[in-house]
């Protein structure tokens, strides 16, 4: 199974992955995740990320698809994955379907999870206190938002005009949210 997991930030795309992937038993590919390890391992590429990261911008599709297709061709993902946080941006879906044709037969389900501005900035908030991102300020939160809408909202119509998006509700307890995914992924 190939998912793609679409949302806003604070969407619930990390929590939902990591249950999908437990019962599809499917690797987790968060590109947020890998570029926070980068940084806590002060990699050349963590210092090149950080400042960017920080402002809620996103990283350039470039240095982002390198990190992807290192991933993807590692063994794990020869029979599924879940990509979270990526595509972002209508270049990364090309780039991205690019790679699959090269990996074989692309099966990719894409899943939008839709929740209100506010709900997300709720989210995000509550989430500042426990979590140790620096990008969950109020307003880092609002410009990660700002440049969802600008740069990330056209993949799902990417997606939609190909015929392979789903949108769900993520609004709702966390397994309210999860049996909705796996319904969906069961049809
Ligand atoms: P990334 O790490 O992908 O962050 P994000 O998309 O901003 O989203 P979050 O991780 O904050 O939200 P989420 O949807 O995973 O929600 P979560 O489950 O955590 O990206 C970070 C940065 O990295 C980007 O800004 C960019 O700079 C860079 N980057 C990454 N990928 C890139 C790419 N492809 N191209 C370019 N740059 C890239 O949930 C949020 C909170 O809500 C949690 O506290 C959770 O407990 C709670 N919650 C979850 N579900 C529910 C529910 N149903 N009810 C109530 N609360 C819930
Ligand atoms: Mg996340």
Not at 14 to 35: N, R, V, W
Not at 161 to 181: K, T
């Amino acid at each position: 199974m190939q998912i793609v997991l679409l949302g806003p930030p604070g969407a619930g795309k990390g929590t939902q992955a990591t249950k999908i992937c437990e019962k599809y038993a499917i690797p987790h590919i968060s590109t947020g995740d890998m570029l926070r390890q980068q940084v806590a391992s002060g990699s050349p590429l963590g210092n090149k990320v950080k400042s960017i990261m920080d402002s809620g911008e996103l990283v350039t599709d470039d240095v982002i698809m390198q990190v992807v297709e290192a991933r993807l061709s590692q063994p794990d993902c020869k029979n599924g994955f879940l990509l979270d946080g990526i595509p972002r941006t209508v270049a990364q879906a090309e780039s991205l379907g690019t790679l699959l044709l090269k990996m074989g037969a692309p099966k990719l389900k894409v899943l939008q999870i839709n929740v209100p501005d506010t709900v997300l900035l709720e989210r995000i908030q509550g989430r500042q206190g426990q979590s140790s991102r620096s990008d969950d300020t109020a307003e880092v939160a609002s410009k990660r938002l700002k440049v969802y809408w600008e740069q990330t909202a056209p993949v799902a119509s990417y997606y939609e005009q190909r015929g392979n998006l789903v949108v769900l509700d993520g609004v709702g307890a966390v397994d309210e949210v999860f049996h909705r995914i796996t319904t969906a992924l069961s049809a």
